[in-house]
T-cell receptor, first 115, second 114 residues
């Protein structure tokens, strides 16, 4: 199981671009990289997922270098409502074939957006 | 579509009491999960189910039991509550397994055991 390391907290201001980097040096060939967002008193919410290069959706972009040992979640022009905890998860999400692979939620990165 | 709902939202138990948390999903998902989240920490998987009538242990199953009698419902039981089970409990579901399947989470149940 690939362990992930991400900053404990980050601060930003409204309108800025925020980049949260996650390190996963032991990522396996079949592993995907997934990011979830969790607001206070709510369950996590899927943001974006990728395998390599760049993925973009209406919420964020995910940059994955060729060696896949890290990934960067990019949030363009953040607002106060982006204040949340962001989790980077790495794993083969086919949890139940040939064994049990856990989805590991670490402590995440606590992003605070200020006016 | 209500998505994933959890009942109750809050509960206070005394040590030794029992209770059942109910999770319901209306998305016809095969897979359902129960997690717990302690303050300042990520989620840890308690039990999961790959379909109606099946359950399996996750990372921290001790002290909990589950049942999946109907596809849309996943119940988490505490037979004899302990203070160490004070936590926020999240239920989730997904349509399948594999890299493209995201998990949909409920709003959580905040449980305090005194």
């Amino acid at each position: 199981l690939a362990k992930t390391t991400q900053p404990i907290s980050m601060d930003s201001y409204e309108g800025q671009e925020v980049n949260i980097t996650c390190s996963h040096n032991n990522i396996a060939t079949n592993d995907y990289i997934t990011w979830y967002q969790q607001f206070p008193s709510q369950g996590p919410r899927f943001i974006i997922q990728g395998y390599k290069t760049k993925v973009t959706n209406e919420v964020a972009s995910l940059f994955i270098p060729a060696d896949r040992k890290s990934s960067t979640l990019s949030l363009p022009r953040v607002s106060l409502s982006d204040t949340a905890v962001y989790y980077c998860l790495v794993g083969d999400l086919n949890m139940f074939s040939g064994g049990y692979n856990k989805l590991i939620f670490g402590a995440g990165t606590r992003l605070a957006v200020h006016p | 579509n209500a998505g994933v709902t959890q009942t109750p939202k809050f509960r206070v138990l005394k040590t030794g009491q029992s209770m059942t948390l109910l999770c319901a999903q209306d998305m016809n998902h095969e897979y359902m999960y129960w997690y717990r989240q302690d303050p300042g920490m990520g989620l840890r998987l308690i039990h999961y189910s790959v379909g109606e009538g099946t359950t399996a242990k996750g990372e921290v199953p001790d002290g909990y039991n589950v049942s999946r009698l109907k596809k849309q419902n996943f119940l988490l039981g505490l037979e004899s509550a302990a203070p160490s089970q004070t936590s926020v409990y999240f239920c989730a579901s997904s349509i399948g397994t594999g890299p493209s399947y995201e998990q949909y989470f409920g709003p959580g149940t905040r449980l305090t055991v005194t």
